[in-house]
Structures are given as C-alpha cells and as structure tokens.
C-alpha cells in the first residue's frame, strides 16, 4: 500500500459521490423516464403487433372463407350455364325438328298437288291423242269423249 495514497482513495469516492449526486439531480429523472417510455413504447409496438397477427390471422381465414364462397358461387353459376345451354340447344333441336316436319309436310303436299296436276294433265293429252287417233282411225270427227274418260279413269286405278 505504499503507492496508493488514502487521501487519493478518499478524493477519488469524494469525485465520485459528487458525480454519482449531479448525475442523480439533474439527470436520473429523465433517464429513468426515457428507459420507462422506451418500455412502454415496446409493450405497446410488441401489443400492436400482437394485434396485426391476429387482424392478418383474421383477414386470411375471412379471405379464404369469400375464395370457398366464390368457389361455390363458381360452380353454381357453371352449373346453372350448362343447365341453361342444355335448355337452350333442346329448344333448337325441338324447333328445328318442327320446321323440318313443317317443311316436310308442305314437300309431301306439293308433291301430292304436283302429281294430281301431273295426271290430269297426263289424262287431258291422252283422252285428246286417243280423240285424234280415234278420228284419224276411224275417220270419224265425234268420238265416246265419255267411254274413253271411263276407260281411262278404270286403267289408272
């Protein structure tokens, strides 16, 4: 102990008790505040973060329950277009097998008229050929115009 002087040791805890009572006057206080807001600050940054995970918790499972309802309406919307197309390609089906069966029916009436036309016409070139043969064969102007029509009308059936 021969180079440690008391009195050094005593000015020292002296400077030091004189330090330690400035520091705690004029700044302890707010030191302390600051560690005591910058806790609260982390409390409250620590709580708000609590709070976003359970907001983004939330937002997800709400976002995943508005994708399955999407995904539902989805389907019922797809569904509901299919049904609506096969109801719609039924009517054109059905419409175009009436007009068909329209078209149909009116060919088989023409044709009915055509033939008719066609054998009265048939039987007014025979009924006048077999009037100018049988003038030309028999040399005979008035011929049975009657007979032959009867005759005629006896072949065709």
Known sequence: ????????????????????????YFLWEKIVSIIEERRKNMKASADAENIAKERMEAARAEAQIIVDEARTKASEIESRAEELSRQNSNKIIERAEKESEYLLENARNQIEKDKLDMENNMKSKILDLSLRLNSKIFNKETANKDFMEKEYDLLVK
């Open 1 to 24: 102990m021969d180079n440690i002087s008391v009195w050094a040791i005593i000015a020292q805890l002296i400077n030091f008790w004189i330090i330690f009572f400035i520091f705690k």
